[in-house]
Each structure stands twice: as C-alpha cells, then as structure tokens.
C-alpha cells in the first residue's frame, strides 16, 4: 500500500476553513483517497474518499492534485468539535482488500 | 439505528492470561475488521472476516485470533496476554453494498494487561 506523510500537527481559528494536506507520491493508478478522523477517546470516522475527481460532502471537501500525488481535506468552517486527529490513507479499490493503514496523522486543534 | 458496538468497554488482565472481546456490526454490515491502537499511535490492523472467514490479515502473531458468527457478529481473541498488547481495539464492519468501501468504527475496549 502507498505511504502517505502529514504534517504531525496544524492549529485553525473556528469559524476559518481548516485545509489539512497529504503527500502519497507513490500511490498506484488504482488506490483511493481515503480521510478519516478520531476524536478523543472515540473509533475513527469516515469522512470522504476520492480516486482522482474533486469530491464533496456534508462534512467536508477533497481536493486531489491532477498527478495524484498529494490532496488537501478542507473543513469550510471549523469548530470546536472539530478538533481531532485526522488520518490519510491510501487504499486499493480491489473487494476483498480493505484494511486501512494509518499513519500517525495530523493532530487539528481549533482555536476559540 | 445502533452503530457498531463493543464489549466490554474497560477490561484488565494479567500477562499470560487470555481475553475474549466482543463486536457487533452495524445493521446490514457483513464484514468486520479488527484494528489494535496503541496510545500515541494510530491503529494497526489485526485481521478481516467475511463469511464467518479470515480474509486478510496483518502482522499480528498467531496468539491474535477470532471468529465471525452467521450473525455476522465477531470475537478477537488473545492468548498468552504480554504487557505490550495493553492498548485501544477497534472493532470497524464494512456494509453489504461494495462499492462504498466505507468502514464504521465502534468505540473500542481498552485492555490493560499487568
């Protein structure tokens, strides 16, 4: 599976967009953008995928470099409960072949 | 709808023992995946069932094992319990329809091994 690197920590001021970034140079022609997120003490959750098109949904957005090499997840307006760590993971889309493997992510803390 | 649930929520063992955790997908999900957290750490994962079968599974040694019930519900299972498999584990179920590749987290059972 493709590495992904994120930087360890960001800080946003609520109310901002919150735009959290992701390297996975090495990802293959047929592996997803997955972006999930752990709130303290709780199981990670989902947030959004893509393969190679922009992708939006009630939670956030997922924008994807056109080589497929890095991505940035937007949080348009940020709050408080938004503070979590944020985990990229680069999954193949084959059934059958679907563990997540998560890095150390990105630790988002939102500013009052 | 319940999400996925885990029993217990709290457990402590001593090294050597064995540990016995417990999962239930959520409604219409048949794939449940396990996943050890180490504090600090994000989650490793231990090993897939689908169709009462291990799928797929990581490197984890043979004292990790489990089960998935025709209810689709799971059990891991730890023998011999060392100080270092003290940690957060995460029972995740992927839904029927495969081409969401979603998968729904439950709280997770934190073991502490003494």
């Known amino acids: 599976d493709a590495k992904t690197t994120q930087p360890p920590s960001m800080d946003c001021a609520e109310g901002r967009a919150a735009n959290l970034p992701c390297n996975h140079s090495?990802?293959?022609?047929?592996?997803?953008v997955y972006w999930y997120r752990q709130i303290h003490s709780q199981g990670p959750q989902y947030i959004i995928h893509?393969?190679?098109n922009n992708e939006t949904n009630e939670m956030a957005s997922l924008i994807i470099t056109e080589d497929r090499k890095s991505s940035t997840l937007i949080l348009p307006h940020a709050t408080l409960r938004d503070t979590a760590v944020y985990y990229c993971?680069?999954?193949?889309?084959?059934?059958?072949?679907?563990?997540?493997?998560f890095g150390t992510g990105t630790r988002l803390t939102i500013i009052p | 709808d319940a999400g996925v649930t885990q029993s217990p929520t709290h457990l402590i063992k001593t090294r050597g023992q064995q540990v016995t955790l417990r999962c239930s997908p959520k409604?219409?999900?048949?794939?449940v995946s396990w996943y050890q957290q180490a504090l600090g750490q994000g989650p490793q994962f231990i090993f897939q069932?689908?169709?009462?079968?291990?799928?797929q599974r990581g490197n984890f040694p043979d004292r990790f094992s489990g089960h998935q019930f025709p209810n689709y519900s799971s059990e891991l299972n730890v023998n011999a319990l060392l100080l270092g498999d003290s940690a957060l584990y995460l029972c995740?179920?992927?839904?029927?329809?495969?081409?969401?590749?979603?998968?729904?987290f439950g709280p997770g059972t934190r073991l502490t091994v003494t």
């Open positions: 995740a179920s992927s839904p029927a329809d495969r081409f969401t590749y979603e998968q729904y």
């Open positions: 090495t990802i293959s022609g047929n592996e997803y």
């Open positions: 893509g393969l190679k």
């Open positions: 993971i680069v999954r193949p889309s084959n059934f059958g072949n679907e563990k997540l493997t």
């Open positions: 409604s219409g999900h048949d794939t």
């Open positions: 069932y689908y169709e009462e079968e291990e799928r």
